[in-house]
């Protein structure tokens, strides 16, 4: 989805600062919503599901959340949604359910054929899913090469819908960061982005 | 704390982590004791301590580094550390005249096995919007000020593989033991946004 979350080439957020000294955590709690989520993650929900409920926390309220904020969101609204607690457990405090059981392990990836290799050339697909996906918007119908090819993952695009993992090969594609951002941009710096199959096409076919 | 990225926290934010964590503890879906255990693994043993012996062994091993660099995870158990994680580490190495840094605008990937969590700036909006389109701006605000004639590839991590660099060893270390390399590779050059320097061609402290 189009949304706040894919944040790469966006202006205006200010400066980077580096806290000096920064500790692990910053609160309590902060640990206890990093605790949650190990223990929950993979077991409820997959993160690629977990992701996708972050992206839907309304934009405004994402920008203003510090990051254990955004997770708490998400984690209650996948845990919700999952059955493993109910909104009136959440507001009432007392368990009114079991949870439920875990999810199977999910198998090994298989092996698949990569249409592409290393050196390839290649065209991103300008694609605009409603849903979640990991092809950031500034790298949409943009030329590029495979770097390395990674062996298949589970297509987030699916994953984190309930339709299953949808294994595809993922490759790391590099483009020329002129071909990204314009003549602004440094002759010879380049970005590299990891990208399912199914993102991209081969640049002679287009 | 830092005024800026991490704002005091409202306290129904902490009221709700507390709910759901005692929900999911009557549940039987977390222990007492995991919370412990989170903060004690961040604080005390999975942290930038970890990146640093693979690049010192890396700098002084040829071999090493060329296992590193093929094979990340053996790597890492090699060197006697566990690797539990799911995700797939893969290490890119600095070489002359090309810089590497890693970001991830989509949320906030990061090689957690071998660097622990995140610094507030690398999850920070300022960071994730700005690191791929910008990164000579992005760096100086960092601190590092690269010579104009160094090319920088920036790492999106967007699929669930984590990377980590593995920067150059600076001039004036020669004879150095592991241990003392070691202790100038810091968590900043291994996401790419600082270079180690030998004591004596430190500058100012940042």
Redesign the interface.
Known sequence: MNGV???????G???????RN?P????H????????F???N??YFN?DEF?RS?ERMPPDAY?RA????KW?FA??SI?EEKG??AAD??AG???SS??PSPLPKSGPAPSQAPRFKPGDRIVTRNLHPQGHT???R?ARGKRGLVRRH?GS?ALPDSNAHGRGPDFQP?Y?V?FE?RE??GSE??T?????????ESYLESEVSV | ??D????E??SD??A?????????R?????TSE??D???SA??QDIGPMIGAHLVARAWVDPAYRQRLLHDAPSAVRELGYEYRA?T?LVVIPNEPGVHNMVVC????CYPWMVL??P???Y????????A??E??A?LA??GLQLPDAM???????????RYMILPERPPGTEGWTEEALAAIVTRDCMIGVARPQAPALTGAP?
């Not at chain 1, 692990?24 to 609160?27: A, G, M, Q, T, Y």
């Not at chain 1, 709690?29 to 949650?36: G, H, Q, S, Y």
């Not at chain 2, 999850?123 to 700005?130: G, H, I, L, N, Q």
Request: glycine fraction near 6%.
């Open positions: 979350h894919d944040m790469g080439g966006m202006d957020f200010g400066p980077v600062v580096a806290e920064e692990v955590f910053h609160e709690w902060e640990a206890v919503v990093r605790t949650i190990e223990r929950t993979g077991r993160l992701r972050l920008l510090g990051y254990y904020e708490l984690i209650e845990l493993v607690v457990e959440l405090g007392r368990p079991p949870a990991r092809l950031p500034y990674y993952f993922c790391a590099e960061a990204l951002w941009a440094r010879g710096d380049r970005v590299c982005i990891d990208l399912w | 704390m830092s800026q990225h991490h704002p926290a409202p934010v902490e709700r982590t507390l709910a759901l964590e005692s929900l999911l009557e549940k039987g879906v977390l995991d919370v255990r989170v903060i961040y604080e799911d797939r605008t989509l949320c906030s622990g969590l610094p507030t700036w999850k920070s909006a300022p960071y994730r919007s700005r791929v389109r990164p000579r992005v605000e960092l090319a920088i590839n920036v790492w999106d991590s967007s699929s669930e593989v940042r």
